[in-house]
């Protein structure tokens, strides 16, 4: 279904790229697209709430955390040996891309400024940002692994080298730092970028290298520096890596110990030009970290030609490649998209990471489109495997996110292991959600000349600007536990009629919502799939808003063989699973079939062991193979006897938090043979 809603115009509302409340997005007023993200400062969480809890507990727990990780795992340490000028080479720790996890464990500290530092943690600021200073070479070029294990191979390495990768989250971080108040990472990044400028090809016959990294990240990361510095060389080299990438005669060089050419041009999406492409393929998350690249470069350079090849991508990914919990990645060994309807539940790699990305493309096609279909999208990924990927006590992380953790799974499986891990040999997933969730408030609500979009519900304040003058909002939810929001105008100086548009989420399907206006029944038109509210506000004013949420059962495409037969739980944006901890009598998870001739409904209860994290559970009814063992394959016959039983379902994300994580989202039909 195409979740489309009319791009409409727009005028600048006072947010620079350097304005310190910007966000992670924040476009040009020259540059197209149909919406303008908020700033981090005018959005506030409220706690009490789940997505503001879960913010929190990033401040409190998941960052210092990884600040803690960092020193244990020796990333701090490789870049100290540099700093240090050893004549000795000192072996490297982790993996040879380790000073990306530092910049994102510093950016995911400039959000979290808007919050207030701790004393430790702004302290692990400035001493990581002198660091990384006194790491930099002269000539602005800074990677712990190359300069202390091969400096030999100094951009010879484009394929496994990660250089240009590592030098966009030190762009990410310095940019944060900067739109929050000021970076010691600043003058390192302007250093940097003189150096990819002297060294990087920004247009034919220039006589500098022609290249792209095997793993994009740099594209966005060049993009937002643009739009903070104004500098237009970072978009230039931003766009000229989206338009080398795939073309034939660039080479993708891989040389020394890093080095590794088993996985075909597909992997990296270097097999065709960016244009040319129609379909998702190769590595997930480098797949989607450069589709959110590519349109940054087409909203900065008005290419519309550039979006439109985007969202082919998309139209393929999300039309035949995505699992039913927003992820993606179908395989292990190449942690790759897969292909056409190849989505395995027990062999799911579904990495964090991915998850993220996807979430960061959607927002550049929603502000650059105004589509909701890349809003529900994003809801989809974020309450399901970015939430679930996380533990309740902020400290553990899934790196991969199976749909069906089998029986008897093998824990010292570290691709996906029974419950989740502290980190990791390649940790780049905790820090990603540690930057995204402190972050996470400049991806709810947009604005346009015509007033302000609300993409996802929340519990909190908005306090900004709209036509005619300045508002502040107190926002009211129950989300994603319920479908009933309210939103009050606390302040509002502007005389002039404005907007307020609340998405109608795929989830509701037919449902339309309800609207009170201080009490009283309310029209709403449809503008798209958003409700707009169109009025002069007053101080006052109580916006109530109530959505049916049923349960659904969701039955998978024909062609997505591994879950034929097979039905899911959904109430509204939450998938749910069933645990091994509601069953009983030695049953397992294998054993369970969904009858869905009896509707889910909400449970009464939900399991007293995930009180205080899980509001709702689902009740359903199945039924539980049993008898005497039968061959692994029988010519006749049944597999045993099969008793009627109540299930409990849980959230998705709220799995494996308890002794035992054993859980499958799909689950045998029980009509079906």
């Known amino acids: 279904?195409?979740?489309?809603?009319?791009?409409?115009?727009?005028?600048?509302?006072?947010?620079?790229?350097?304005?310190?409340?910007?966000?992670?997005?924040?476009?040009?007023?020259?540059?197209?697209?149909?919406?303008?993200?908020?700033?981090?400062?005018?959005?506030?969480?409220?706690?009490?709430?789940?997505?503001?809890?879960?913010?929190?507990?990033?401040?409190?727990?998941?960052?210092?955390?990884?600040?803690?990780?960092?020193?244990?795992?020796?990333?701090?340490?490789?870049?100290?040996?540099?700093?240090?000028?050893?004549?000795?080479?000192?072996?490297?720790?982790?993996?040879?891309?380790?000073?990306?996890?530092?910049?994102?464990?510093?950016?995911?500290?400039?959000?979290?400024?808007?919050?207030?530092?701790?004393?430790?943690?702004?302290?692990?600021?400035?001493?990581?940002?002198?660091?990384?200073?006194?790491?930099?070479?002269?000539?602005?070029?800074?990677?712990?692994?190359?300069?202390?294990?091969?400096?030999?191979?100094?951009?010879?390495?484009?394929?496994?080298?990660?250089?240009?990768?590592?030098?966009?989250?030190?762009l990410q971080a310095a940019v944060a730092g900067s739109r929050m108040g000021g970076s010691p990472l600043s003058p390192v990044a302007e250093r940097l970028l003189e150096h990819l400028f002297q060294t990087f090809s920004l247009a034919e016959d220039d006589g500098r290298l022609v290249g792209v990294c095997g793993h994009p990240e740099i594209e966005t990361a060049l993009v937002e520096y643009y739009r903070l510095a104004g500098e237009p060389r970072a978009?230039?080299?931003?766009?000229?890596?989206?338009?080398?990438?795939?073309?034939?005669?660039?080479?993708?060089?891989?040389?020394?110990?890093?080095?590794?050419?088993?996985?075909?041009?597909?992997?990296?999406?270097?097999?065709?030009?960016?244009?040319?492409?129609?379909?998702?393929?190769?590595?997930?998350?480098?797949?989607?970290?450069?589709?959110?690249?590519?349109?940054?470069?087409?909203?900065?350079?008005?290419?519309?030609?550039?979006?439109?090849?985007?969202?082919?991508?998309?139209?393929?990914?999300?039309?035949?490649?995505?699992?039913?919990?927003?992820?993606?990645?179908?395989?292990?060994?190449?942690?790759?998209?897969?292909?056409?309807?190849?989505?395995?539940?027990?062999?799911?790699?579904?990495?964090?990471?991915?998850?993220?990305?996807?979430?960061?493309?959607?927002?550049?096609?929603?502000?650059?489109?105004?589509?909701a279909r890349y809003a529900d999208a994003m809801e989809r990924v974020f309450w399901n495997t970015i939430a679930g990927s996380i533990s309740r006590r902020g400290t553990e992380f899934f790196y991969s996110n199976t749909l069906h953790l089998r029986t008897g799974h093998d824990d010292g499986d570290a691709d996906s292991p029974r419950h989740r891990l502290s980190w990791y040999e390649c940790p780049c997933c905790p820090p990603n959600l540690a930057r995204l969730m402190a972050s996470i408030q400049a991806y709810l609500v947009t604005r346009d000349a015509s007033g302000l979009r609300v993409h996802m519900p929340f519990s909190g304040t908005v306090a900004t600007t709209i036509p005619g003058g300045t508002v502040e909002l107190r926002f009211r939810s129950d989300h994603p536990w319920g479908g009933a929001s309210e939103v009050e105008v606390v302040q509002c100086t502007s005389a002039d009629e404005w907007r307020l548009y609340l998405r109608i989420p795929e989830w509701s399907g037919q449902h339309r919502p309800k609207l009170l206006i201080n009490g009283l029944p309310l029209e709403g038109s449809s503008k798209g799939a958003y409700l707009e509210v169109r009025r002069h506000w007053s101080p006052g004013d109580k916006l109530q808003v109530s959505s049916d949420m049923p349960v659904r059962v969701l039955r998978p495409h024909w062609r997505a063989d591994a879950v034929r037969a097979s039905l899911a739980v959904q109430r509204g944006p939450l998938v749910y699973c069933l645990e091994a901890e509601e069953l009983a009598g030695g049953a397992t998870i294998e054993d369970v079939c969904l009858d869905a001739s009896k509707p889910p409904t909400v449970a009464p209860e939900v399991p007293a062991d995930l009180d205080g994290y899980v509001a709702v559970a689902v009740r359903a009814w199945g039924s539980v193979t049993g008898g005497s063992p039968a061959p692994l394959y029988a010519h006749d016959g049944s597999p045993g006897e099969h008793t009627a039983a109540p299930l409990t379902l849980v959230p998705y994300f709220a799995r494996s938090n308890r002794p035992s994580p054993e859980m499958r989202v799909w689950l045998p039909d029980s009509s079906q043979p």
């Not at 955390?65 to 000795?88: K, P, W, Y």
């Not at 990581?128 to 030999?152: C, K, M, T």
């Open 1 to 170: 279904m195409d979740r489309g809603g009319d791009a409409v115009g727009y005028e600048n509302a006072g947010l620079s790229g350097s304005a310190p409340s910007a966000g992670p997005v924040c476009p040009t007023s020259s540059a197209t697209g149909a919406l303008r993200p908020l700033g981090l400062s005018e959005v506030a969480l409220a706690p009490g709430f789940l997505l503001g809890d879960w913010q929190r507990r990033n401040s409190a727990q998941t960052i210092p955390h990884c600040i803690q990780q960092l020193r244990r795992s020796g990333a701090l340490s490789n870049l100290e040996h540099v700093a240090d000028a050893s004549t000795d080479q000192v072996p490297h720790h982790g993996m040879h891309f380790s000073d990306s996890d530092v910049y994102k464990v510093l950016e995911a500290c400039a959000w979290d400024r808007a919050r207030g530092l701790p004393v430790e943690v702004n302290a692990f600021v400035e001493s990581a940002g002198s660091l990384i200073a006194r790491a930099q070479r002269d000539n602005g070029y800074v990677n712990s692994w190359f300069q202390g294990q091969h400096p030999e191979l100094i951009w010879k390495d484009l394929r496994w080298g990660h250089e240009l990768y590592c030098a966009g989250h030190l």
């Open 235 to 371: 978009l230039r080299l931003a766009a000229r890596q989206v338009e080398l990438r795939g073309q034939p005669g660039v080479a993708l060089p891989a040389a020394g110990a890093p080095g590794d050419s088993r996985f075909p041009l597909s992997y990296f999406q270097h097999h065709l030009p960016v244009r040319k492409r129609t379909a998702a393929t190769g590595h997930a998350v480098r797949e989607l970290y450069l589709q959110a690249g590519v349109v940054d470069v087409a909203v900065e350079t008005n290419d519309d030609e550039l979006l439109r090849a985007s969202e082919a991508i998309w139209d393929d990914l999300y039309g035949t490649k995505t699992y039913v919990t927003g992820a993606h990645g179908s395989r292990h060994r190449d942690e790759s998209i897969g292909d056409a309807y190849e989505l395995p539940s027990d062999r799911a790699y579904a990495e964090t990471c991915a998850a993220i990305a996807s979430f960061q493309w959607n927002w550049r096609l929603l502000l650059a489109t105004g589509r």
